[in-house]
């Protein structure tokens, strides 16, 4: 595909060295209004979508509006108080540390089958084919799919039995197993994109490096710690804060494969049930908003530790 | 096998041609590591396939062999096609289809123009209150979108698209940020030059903006294409929140809804599920080096 990626990125992520960037700005005086009609419409998705509902959100937070009434009573912060106070609500953090830990999981297996990749292999486009393709499937298919897997007598029962494990726990109905069948699930789906991500930012470092690597008698380790580590460093730290901010939000699979049930309840699952099903859009919104903040907060710090990863739009 | 574990290991023992036993330890580690290596792999290809080719065979097993035989076991008969074809009559699969379709056109559409439109006036214009602009489309990819569907719903409700597939519409369509900077990084590379020519020509901004930068972006609109289309195929969320009528049901809610009247009956629910996945892999089968650098050119936005 001809997007030249990395030298489209490059150029934009100097654009003052641009040497046109200059006259053209002299030029373009007199339009004053022509990009403003270029993104008129563009902005006004922009702001009803995005901005409008979060401003609204901040606004809802503080009242005790079930999302019909005409008036929102006034409740100040009585939301965040029993969000950070009930145990109810506070319970469901913890099952995101579930997805935390298969996040990391995640994140290992992407990063060992990406390097094993990137040396010489048999069959490498199939096997990249086969990992990655988890990836593209529809999420309610997936789930389907991982409910036959987990049901009592389905695959994951069948294939333990042909290893002489009897009496299998009940994956999905026992709560102090459902999260990590769930988890488990989410790294099937998801660890396909950050495989492909890391292996193509450690296919563009130029073979010469290896080439010089092997000449100096590097071992592969070596080879993976001094030459592959850096060159991904930048998607690895980018890769990381979306694994977490997804731990924290995770929402499809135990939406569609249990529907939050047996203590698989997670926050953003909370936050909608709250919202749509016990109409309570004041309390819901005042969920969203701690976890905006949560993932606002998980990016400054990553920018901190990743810095000049914002520099590509300039 | 062998050849491209002796390809990696022969360097070395060229540079140490000295010392006689790290040379073979080395050699022996570089075998046990091949093996290791596409031991892994397999093992990675067995657990993405299994979950997979299991409900692949119960599609094709009847409601007697699905109740008799184990997961593991392969169907009678490869040609018995009756829980597809009850998947697709009686599950509302047809107008699923005709749904996704309906607003994969429409909702790709609007984010080509509105993804280019904006990607246009950021990249090729100099006026104030750009930096704000662009801070703006930055600051919502922060923002996730599952939550803010709390408040999203009443500004759709108070449009009056609840329940009209313009909802799932103008959502995709109007907050796709990574698509505007799948353009911004290929407008990036378009010569600025090709703008000015065509201006001293005569041409105003729009013409310049449709003739010239519209064509060329060409690859890089065949990459959002891609990636929107796999997103909109696969979103379950939205169609699920906004569009609740069964006419309405795009293909992930109508399988959904599967759970509920073919609850007991695995073979069609696993029939569905195989018939929804057929497009991905036709698609990814064929344009696989697209997905890939599309992705790739999507998650370094």
Known sequence: MSIAPSAARQDAERPSTRPSARPRRRKTAGWGATPWLFLLIPLAFLVTFTYVPVANMFWYSVTDWDGLALEKGFVGADNFVSIFTRPEYFRVFAVSLYYL????????????????????????????????????????????????????????????????????????????????????????????????????????????????????????WQKFRFIILPSIRRILGLTMILAVSGALSAFEMPYIMTGGANGSTTFVIQTVDTAFRFANVGLASAMAIVLLVIVLLITAVQRKFFPDEKATVE | MTTTERATVSPPQRTTPASHTPRRRRADLGFLGTVLKYASLVAACVAALMPIVTIFMLAFKTNEEYRTTGPLDAPSSWLNFDNFVTAFTQGGMVTGFLNTGFILVVSITGTIFTGTMTAYAIDRFRFRGRPLVTGLFLLATLVPAVTTQVATFQIINGMGLFNTPWAAIVLFTGTDIVAIFIFLQFMASIPISLDEAAMLDGANRFTVYWRIILPLLKPAVATVVIIKGIAVYNEFYIPFLYMPSRDLGVISTSLFRFMGPFGSRWEVIAAGAILVMIPTLVAFLFLQRFIYNGLTSGATK
Request: charge should be negative; aromatic fraction near 16%; proline fraction near 5%.
């Open chain 1, 101 to 220: 830990v298969g996040a990391g999981a995640q994140l290992i297996l992407a990063l060992y089958f990406a390097t094993l990749l990137s040396f010489n292999t048999r069959f490498k486009n199939f096997f990249k084919g086969v990992i990655f393709f988890p990836y593209l499937l529809n999420g309610v298919a997936i789930g389907l799919m991982f409910l036959y897997f987990f049901r009592p007598g389905g695959t994951l029962d069948s294939t333990l039995a042909i290893f002489g494990l009897q009496d299998p726990p009940l994956w999905l109905g026992d709560p102090s197993i459902v999260n990590i069948s769930l988890a488990a699930t989410s790294v099937w789906r998801y660890m396909g994109l950050n495989f492909v991500l890391f292996l193509g930012a450690i296919q563009s470092v130029p073979s010469e490096q290896y080439e010089a690597a092997d000449l100096d008698g590097a071992s592969s």
